[in-house]
């Protein structure tokens, strides 16, 4: 077993970072010790690098004193994967954030990996561009974490998910080597596919220090249809109708009566509290005329379904805001609860999420224990939020039980424990559930190959 040297690490970091680039004092360094899971690691020493040569060498000094490194975005990640679980340092992306390139010629955007996913889309948007994946977390998470975590977001039924834009990386191995990955071609198929398996590596293999993107022309015209469900397997049916219809909705999202209740209560708003399902979907295109022709044509699928018992399209931008406002707030209301709760992200085929979301419904429980579904209806990505009391063990058992039975069913369906949050700390007991014989071995294996003496954030993914 080795021993990591903090102070021989620390003195020789700084003879090339700055002392304001090296955090150690402990209420500042608080800050860097937890993540949306609002579970808490205290690092050693955080880290600001400015540029790809400092954590290059950030890197070679980590492998020299046996310190572990933990990279750090927006800190919004819901799987604890910027969590330095064994102490050491965090390398915080927050002053690497330039948007280096918008290339509207050849339709790439070449950025830093701390540029926040919002500042961005409002590049973008003023270009005429369009740069799809864009998590609700757009004005806290960085492009960098949502490479490494290949984040997904409502509009990915439609235009796929993080990884499909991804065309070139720039990169810094455990050992401190710099690598060159892809560019800013559309096509490329040189050797082994590099990119993909860093997208959505969760930070474990390789240090992301710049991404080119692929970008597509923004969409001009957008359509919002809500509707409200008595039953969830008419949620089923419509999806399906929807998708049968030969349109493909850029968005479709559903919320459970408990979701929808939680935001009624939170922001005071007039949601149909009676109701089994909501489910927002909304059209895009380029054509006003052909845009708005296919909404109507979705919205009276919507109107002629099973168990619908009230459809509305957006009048305008403003009112579609609203619908969207619903579906954005059910995490905030659900946190704004004060209690604690265990948050899962699993996935199914598309046409079993309302079937899993009954499955959940019908689970027994005590009266203490409240269960949360909504989610990316569209994709079969559902995220479960079991609330339980603060410090009530009983109850923290209870949920952790009922999370399993959650998990077993999602791969009795032929689904996946995650389908966008990532592995990181949360799901990793869990992942033999899914994943048998020789796969997790094998990945084992791609880790050592990319960082042998573990120090790359490490206890992720697997033991
Ligand atoms: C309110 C809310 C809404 C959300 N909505 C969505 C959603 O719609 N879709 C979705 O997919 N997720 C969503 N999330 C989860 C989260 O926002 C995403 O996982 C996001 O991509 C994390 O980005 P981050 O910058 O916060 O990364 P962090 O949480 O800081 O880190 C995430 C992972 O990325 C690694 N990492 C960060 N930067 C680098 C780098 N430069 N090189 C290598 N590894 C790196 C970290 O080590 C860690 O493993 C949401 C979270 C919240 C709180």
């Known amino acids: 077993m080795t021993i990591m040297s903090i102070e021989g690490f620390l003195r020789e970091i700084g003879e090339f970072l700055r002392e304001d680039q090296i955090v150690t004092d402990r209420e500042y360094l608080s800050h860097f010790a937890y993540d949306a899971t609002e579970r808490q690691y205290m690092p050693q020493t955080a880290l600001l690098p400015e540029n790809a040569e400092e954590v290059s060498r950030i890197m070679r000094c980590s492998n020299d004193h046996d310190v572990p490194v933990t990279p750090q975005g927006g800190r919004t990640g819901l799987s604890g994967g910027a969590l330095p679980v064994e102490g050491g340092a965090v390398m915080s992306f927050t002053r690497l954030n330039r948007i280096i390139e918008i290339d509207e010629e050849n339709m790439f955007a ?42 997904g977001y ?10 499909d834009y991804v065309r070139g990386l720039e990169a810094v191995l455990p050992g401190g080597e710099a690598i060159t990955l892809g560019g800013k071609t559309v096509k490329n198929v040189a050797g082994y596919d590099l990119i993909s398996l860093l997208v959505g590596s969760e930070g474990t293999l390789a240090v992301i220090t710049k991404m080119i993107f692929r970008l597509l022309p ?74 708005h022709r296919e909404a109507l044509e979705i919205a009276a699928l919507c109107r002629g ?28 209301s659900l946190k704004a609860l004060k209690k604690d709760h265990i948050e899962a992200d699993v996935v199914v085929p598309r046409y079993s999420l309302p079937f899993l979301v009954k499955f959940i419904r019908g689970l027994e429980h005590s009266d203490a224990i409240k269960i949360a579904t909504y989610g990316h209806a569209g994709d079969g990505n559902l995220h479960v939020t079991i609330l339980h009391r603060r410090r009530n063990f009983a109850e923290l058992d209870e949920a952790y039980r009922l999370l399993e039975v959650i998990y077993r069913e999602t791969v009795n369906m032929g689904g996946s424990l995650t389908g966008e949050h990532g592995v990181g700390l949360t799901v990793m007991d869990y992942l033999p559930l899914q994943m048998r014989g020789e796969t997790i071995p094998l990945m084992k294996r791609v880790k050592a190959a990319f960082d042998p003496k573990g120090l790359l954030n490490p206890g992720k993914i697997f033991r």
């Open 154 to 163: 409502t509009r990915a039924v439609k235009y796929g998910v993080t990884r």
């Open 305 to 332: 379904s099973g168990g619908v018992t009230y459809t509305a399209l957006a009048t305008d931008d403003a009112e579609a805001e609203r619908f969207w406002m619903f579906r954005r707030e059910v995490l905030p």
């Open 218 to 291: 923004r969409p001009r015209v957008r359509r919002t249809i809500i509707a409200y469900l008595d039953d969830l397997v008419s949620a089923a049916d419509l999806i399906v109708a929807v998708f049968r219809s030969g349109i493909i909705p850029c968005a479709m999202e559903l919320m459970d009566n408990i979701a929808i209740n939680t935001v009624a209560d939170h922001l005071g708003a007039p949601l149909a509290r009676d109701a089994a399902a909501l489910v927002l979907i909304e059209i895009d295109g380029q054509s006003e005329g052909e845009t």
């Open 110 to 151: 070449t950025v830093e990996p701390g540029v926040i996913s919002n500042d961005l889309q409002i590049e973008l948007a003023r270009k005429g561009l369009f740069f799809p994946p864009d998590p609700s977390s757009t004005v806290d998470s960085t492009l960098g974490g949502n490479v490494a975590e290949n984040a």
